[in-house]
């Protein structure tokens, strides 16, 4: 789409409204929640909102309020409206990143997109490599907003909105997943009961709010974890119709999700319960699509499978509810271990520790390292917020690119740095839930869903719900051996005996050594050749080459630096020759 005094707008989907003077034009992608819900939800806030379809409810908030509403919005979007009297447009993206908004000034006009690999391929923009782009993507394997890979393309943040009028852009943030000011709510007087009552009333809330008027069929997704149980629970508890589960299985017993998510179905009496399994093919072709799926280079691998279930999803539903949202946000992983390590052991004391932790991993098998993650590594770090990059770090970053690059390069290390009005344990899972779940994890899902033509309704992400999970006292999301998320897991219980669902959560692991190599080996010899790196002049080829030498030899450790690099490789390939 391309603004310059007009807009052009297709009305396929139905997802673009002009008023009745013609006056303003409003365009949007996403999954609000439906028009009658979000018009009664916003004049409960206080805004007039009328219409009888999700177009006229945006745009009727829009010109009676401005940005305000945008904090009260439900569900997922990306909206574009034009005032096409006064020049004025504006964008904005909801508020966790659900959906995204690419932005490019380009002769005096602005081009948009929610899709960065249609605006990429649009020819309305100038296309050349952002260093700063590229160096967030070789060491976290995504690139954080305002970033994209485009030197001259960028992304809205998670929260905020865009004014362009006659060639002048203003930026602005309508809200913010990390405020100015840290504080807990006022628990005083309240039982741990009621908290799980108010939990259980607004979660319940945001499933039923999300439920399509007259379904009789839902689909959703399953593992064999809390998230996705709990959501099936709710949904089975709270609505009648039929509910179609989604599995994705894997070939290794310690990673495959079936087992705990057919006990789950059981329990549930889903009779319809889809479990997925990837062949080589399947993980190939996926591979080779990534580049137009996201438009830049994308190194989370775990979005080969999800594409995979999505398509199978996609067979037969157009929208699907899924358990993204309480990893971080909600309370998981207990991170203040790794942090204290790092402040009170030295470098030449972590060093030994690391290679005992290795060694014990590989002998017993105890699965501290994954194909993406290296105790080893995450052990051995100049500091601390390297922890949080999941690809290249500290020196083998400098390594590759032959120059010094400094953890002040990166956002989450300055936050992490200067928010320290915010109590550690709540500064870590906040760093997490934005600068990986947000930034990464959905711009990875949203992207997927978007290539292949299904809604992710993620119930969990509603703004009531995040406010008073996020602001209760540390104690109502983390107890015992450092893994959290205390009230889900108690009002879980109410729905479903412990025993259906506790134990060990397996985490799907995508690794390419399940399959045959060959094929991976013919794209490094084609895309990372030593000297068409070299031509290109980014990377140390001899970096690359042992890297690769390396993995086919059997050393994972070299893993993420080789498909991070391929990755890149094939989207430059096709983007940028």
């Known amino acids: 789409m391309r603004s310059s005094g007009a807009v052009l707008y297709s009305q396929e989907g139905g997802r673009c409204h002009r008023s009745d003077d013609g006056r303003h034009v409003c365009l949007w992608d996403g999954r609000p ?29 829009y010109v009676h309020h401005g940005a305000p509403p945008l904090k009260f919005l439900r569900g997922s979007f990306a909206l574009a409206i034009y005032d096409t009297l006064e020049q004025v447009l504006f964008l904005a993206a909801d508020p966790y990143g659900l959906k995204r908004l690419f932005v490019a000034e380009s002769g005096g006009s602005l081009v948009f997109s929610s899709d960065l690999g249609a605006l990429a391929g649009s020819g309305l923009c100038p296309l050349s490599l952002s260093d700063e782009g590229l160096t967030e993507y070789l060491s976290f394997g995504y ?4 970033l994209t890979i485009y030197k001259d393309v960028s992304s809205l943040s998670v929260g905020e909105f865009l004014a362009w009028e006659r060639g002048e852009i203003h930026r602005s943030f309508y809200h913010q997943v990390i405020g100015d000011r840290w504080a807990f709510a006022d628990v005083e007087g309240r ?8 939990l259980e009333k ?3 809330a945001a499933i039923l709010d999300r439920i399509p008027a007259g379904s009789e069929r839902l689909a959703v997704y399953l593992s064999s974890g809390l998230d996705t149980g709990l959501l099936a629970a709710s949904l089975r508890r709270h609505w009648d119709g039929e509910l179609v589960a989604f599995t994705l299985g894997s070939e290794h017993p310690r990673h495959d999700e079936v087992p705990g998510a057919r006990k789950m179905a059981g329990f549930l009496g889903l009779g319809d319960h889809r479990c997925v399994y990837m062949t080589k093919d399947d993980c190939y072709e996926s591979l080779e699509q990534l580049p137009d799926i996201f438009g830049q280079p994308m190194a989370d691998l775990s979005a080969i499978p999800n594409l995979v279930i999505t398509r199978e999803v996609g067979r037969e539903f157009t929208e699907i509810f899924a358990g993204d949202g309480p990893d971080g946000l909600y309370g998981n992983w207990d991170l203040r271990p790794w942090y204290q390590l790092y402040r009170w052991v030295p470098y030449l004391v972590r060093m030994p520790l690391a290679l005992v932790a290795d060694r014990l991993d590989r002998t017993l098998g105890l699965g501290l390292s994954t194909p993406s993650r290296q105790i080893a590594e995450l052990l051995t770090q100049p500091e601390f917020s390297w922890v949080f990059h999941k690809k290249l770090k500290s020196r083998d970053l400098e390594r590759l690119l032959g120059r010094p690059v400094p953890p002040e390069t990166f956002a989450v290390h300055r936050y992490l740095r200067d928010r320290r009005d915010i109590p550690l344990y709540e500064r ?6 934005l600068y990986f779940v947000m930034h990464g994890v959905l711009l990875k899902s949203g992207a ?6 299904v809604e992710q309704i993620c119930p969990y992400y509603d703004r009531d719900l995040v406010d008073f999970i996020c602001a209760l006292p540390t104690r109502f999301k983390i107890r015992g051996k450092g893994y959290g998320k205390y009230l889900h897991t108690r009002l879980l219980e109410r729905y479903v005996p412990p025993e259906v669902w506790r134990g060990r959560k397996r985490g799907f692991i995508f690794d390419f050594r399940s399959f045959d190599l060959a094929p991976l080996r013919s794209l490094t010899d084609r895309y990372l050749d030593r000297g068409r790196l070299r031509e290109a002049g980014l ?4 970096f690359v080459g042992k890297s690769v030498d390396a993995y086919f030899k059997g050393d994972d450790r070299a893993g993420p630096a080789v498909l991070t690099l391929l990755v890149f490789e094939m989207w430059r390939d096709r983007y940028l020759p």
């Open 202 to 204: 607004l979660s319940s």
């Open 33 to 61: 929640v439906a028009a009658h819900r979000l018009a009664k939800h916003l004049a409960g806030h206080g805004f007039r909102a009328e219409g009888e379809s999700i177009g006229e409810v945006l745009l009727s908030a």
């Open 539 to 542: 990377f140390d080829p001899d």
């Open 143 to 146: 690139i954080h907003p305002p």
């Open 428 to 433: 870590l899972r906040m760093g997490f839930a």
């Open 191 to 198: 039982t741990e009961n009621e908290l799980l009552d108010e």
């Open 448 to 453: 997927i869903h978007n290539a292949v033509g």
